[in-house]
Antibody, heavy 119, light 113 residues
């Protein structure tokens, strides 16, 4: 199993960014996926999760209305569109494999991509 | 939201000695299907988190048997029978029973005395 995140960058407050995760080594279409972030020197925070089909998506209150998770099962890709970015969104964003259902299995993690929100 | 409270937050341990981390939940983590979705993760310095234990006590493949998980309901424990140098890092508990959101404990930093 491999999860490779990309797209992290330096963005100004109020700006937008899209990060992605390319999955390999497992049947991507069969598993739910999540994004988890870690601010510098801080703990882990779940951000968003999406069902295997993409038909259901869930968000932490801290990002609801600003972030949108999506997946392309034909390309084994998970994405997170982040709008209205704030300084407190600065973090490493990890792509995480869940189980066949959204139950927080979190058995595989990517290396992460760094998003920095600063003027 | 379910709040997970870990203790201690810092754990200095002598090599070869046991270590224990507690994770207490603000609500029962028993799912309606009878399972308890409580996981433990290890994050070594500069690395991504790695799952060690799932569903309270099931050890992941490749995880040394010195790691064990136990507990039920709202009280859970991760034990290391004999700490080795490679065990240095931060340990997190996480629940997947009552979501959204999935929630993590604050993390416990294990260091060698």
């Amino acid at each position: 199993v491999q999860l490779l995140e990309s797209g992290g960058d330096l963005v100004q407050p109020g700006g937008s960014l899209r990060i992605s995760c390319t999955a390999s080594g497992f049947s991507f279409i069969s598993y739910a996926m999540s994004w988890v972030r870690q601010a510098p020197g801080k703990g882990l925070e779940w951000v968003s999760g999406i069902s295997s089909t993409g038909g259901s998506a869930y968000y932490a209150d801290s990002v609801k209305g600003r972030f949108t998770v999506s997946r392309d099962n034909s390309k084994n890709t998970l994405s997170l569109q982040m709008n209205s970015l704030r300084a407190e969104d600065t973090a490493v964003y990890f792509c995480v494999k869940d189980g066949q259902w959204l139950l927080g299995d979190f058995d595989y993690w990517g290396l992460g991509t760094l998003v920095t929100v600063s003027a | 939201d379910v709040v997970l409270t870990q203790s201690p937050l810092s754990l200095p341990v002598t090599l070869g000695q046991p270590a224990s981390i507690s994770c207490r939940s603000s609500q029962s983590l028993i799912h309606s299907n009878g399972n308890t979705y409580l996981n433990w993760f290890q994050q070594r310095p500069g690395q991504s988190p790695r799952r060690l234990i799932y569903r309270v006590s099931k050890r992941d493949s490749g995880v040394p048997d010195r790691f064990s998980g136990s507990g039920s309901g709202t009280d859970f424990t991760l034990k290391i029978s004999r700490v080795e140098a490679e065990d240095i890092g931060v340990y997190y508990c996480m629940q997947g029973t009552q979501w959204p959101p999935y929630t993590f404990g604050q993390g416990t930093k294990l260091e060698i005395k």
